[in-house]
């Protein structure tokens, strides 16, 4: 296994970018130019914290998610990248949530900071806890406390959608990628327009709605998502999850109805971001799932909750 990750190697102010050193007592990061002063709580370094992703803190922490072999059959089909190819490698996971892909770039060696606004760290934080190359940070996208071009890879699986400006935020996330390092990102995908139509109107209501009236109904959905020949012809009507297993079905469920901001883009969209911000080598990413009905539907872009997904090498 990699060294410790060194905080200093990657945590720069998210004002000025300048050199953060850490107080004697170990209770906070100073930075060396402006002066300004981020605590440490609990041993993660807290740059800020975001009441509009407060779902997300309650659901990580609530939902124990992470499965070994399903999360690196994930993280190949969502990056393109073998894990085993981390090791030594400087990681940057740009949304850890409760960090189940920090916790897989941490088992294969790499360096690897995750970083996500909201509580959901806690549990990042303890996923990760017996790995010192991992580093988690409750910070902003929008506003990263991290050095530019220091990352070899930086991935960002299902985040950017759900911040109020998931362009600034990806260009933000892709200054953090050094030159001929690789950046993957996979989005909600734009759907067809009647099942957009019918997802905002949905949404517009339980985005509304107060967590204890908005888990049961997710509870109900996760039934009806055990159903079979149901749960796969009606959620091409609106979205329920139809996961094999029932905790990653409910907090799925969650995941899509709760968060306050909700984007859907085409590959066109996000491919044209990457030429923007400098990469080449863009290639967007096949879906998991074959099959002629599911390929049909997938390029129809009939599969909600399904993805763009691209990944790019940062010019030198
Ligand atoms: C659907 S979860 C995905 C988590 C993780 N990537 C995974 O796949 O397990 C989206 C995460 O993005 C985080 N997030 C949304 N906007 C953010 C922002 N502006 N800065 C940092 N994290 C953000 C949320 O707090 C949430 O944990």
Redesign the pocket.
């Known amino acids: 296994m990699t060294g410790a990750t060194r905080p200093t190697d990657f945590l720069r102010c998210p004002i000025c970018q300048s050199v953060m050193v850490e107080n004697l007592d170990n209770a906070a990061w100073r930075c060396s130019k402006c002066e300004r002063v981020f605590p440490i709580v609990d041993g993660t370094p807290r740059f800020a914290a ?1 009441a509009y ?1 407060k779902s ?2 309650r659901q ?1 922490n609530r939902y124990d ?1 992470a499965r070994w072999d399903e999360d690196e059959a994930v993280f190949r089909v969502k990056t393109g990248i073998d894990p085993e190819a981390l090791a030594g490698l400087d990681v940057l ?6 960090g ?2 920090s916790l897989l770039a941490a088992r294969s060696g790499a360096n690897v900071v995750g ?4 509580d ?1 760290v806690e549990k990042a934080r303890s996923l990760c806890s017996d790995y010192p190359n991992a580093l988690i940070v409750q ?4 506003s990263l406390p991290l050095a530019e071009c220091a990352f070899d890879v930086v991935f ?4 950017l959608h ?2 109020p400006d998931p362009r600034g ?1 990806f260009a933000s996330v892709a200054r953090r990628v050094k030159p001929g390092g690789t950046l993957a990102v996979w989005l909600y995908r734009q759907n067809t327009p009647p099942q957009e139509l019918l997802n905002k109107a949905l949404r517009r209501v339980t985005t509304r709605l107060p967590a204890r009236v908005l888990e049961p109904l997710c509870v109900g959905l996760g039934v009806l998502g055990g159903v079979p020949m149901l749960n796969k012809g009606l959620n091409k009507l609106f979205n329920f999850s139809n996961h094999p297993d029932w905790t990653l079905r409910v907090c799925d469920n969650f ?1 899509w109805y709760a968060p306050r901001y909700q984007s859907h883009h085409t590959i066109a969209e996000l491919t044209d971001w990457f030429h923007a911000e400098g990469f080449e080598a863009i290639e967007p990413l096949p879906p998991a799932r074959g099959g002629r009905f599911y390929q049909f539907a997938y390029e129809h872009n009939m599969i909600i909750g399904s993805g763009v997904n691209v990944r790019g090498v940062r010019k030198k």
């Open positions: 975001a992703l997300f803190g990580w998610v996971d740009a949304g850890c949530g409760g189940r892909y970083v996500d606004l909201s959901a910070a902003d996208l929008l960002s699986i299902g985040v759900h911040c935020a995941d």
